[in-house]
């Protein structure tokens, strides 16, 4: 009991996950942004010929990534989860993953885009990233981008594949917590 009250303390986030079913029992008490990072992409970064309109110049989802973002949007979709839009980064493995999760349309946003290895500006992405939240309603909207957006929008770290619930306009955020 020490221990759990321990990483309670020292780890806000694990006492904080919210269920997907709760989230969607009373989607009020949280935010309309449903935030993930891409599915497994072996390695860390992009190579140095990285062109985000050539797929062959990234780091791309691997089989089991792939297995993994069609798992989570059997998940969302049997769970009832129904976004209003779906906004992706442009890099391929944040698009197939947003594909493969299977919500359509999937249009591209810049506000999405990894600044990590500083192929866009982390000022302005994340200034357009604001403008994104600014203009949405409460309605449901699913994001999937990467972990340094994640993490400067909502101060949480996540794994490949996994989720944040953010609402915009109180700038709490949870982790989301799926089967």
Do not use: K
Request: hydrophobic share 40%; aromatic share 8%.
């Amino acid at each position: 009991m020490r221990v759990w009250l321990l990483c309670c303390l020292l780890w806000p986030g694990l006492a904080s996950a919210v269920s997907l079913e709760a989230y969607l029992a009373a989607p009020e008490n949280y935010g309309p942004v449903l935030m993930f990072r891409h599915a497994l992409a072996p390695g860390g970064g992009d190579p140095g010929n990285f062109d985000v309109n050539d797929c062959s110049t990234q780091r791309n989802l691997s089989d089991a990534g792939r297995a993994q973002a069609v798992q989570i949007g059997e998940q969302l979709l049997g769970a009832g989860y129904r976004p209003q839009r779906v906004l992706t980064s442009p890099w391929c493995r944040c698009r197939e993953t947003a594909e493969l999760i299977g919500y359509q349309p999937v249009v591209d946003e810049l506000g999405l885009a990894s600044f990590f290895n500083g192929h866009v500006d982390r000022g302005e992405t994340l200034a357009r990233l604001e403008q994104v939240m600014d203009g949405l309603d409460r309605q449901p909207v699913l994001m999937v981008t990467h972990f340094v957006v994640i993490s400067a929008m909502t101060g949480r770290g996540i794994g490949s594949g996994e989720g944040v619930i953010y609402d915009p306009a109180t700038n709490q955020s949870w982790p989301l917590e799926m089967n």
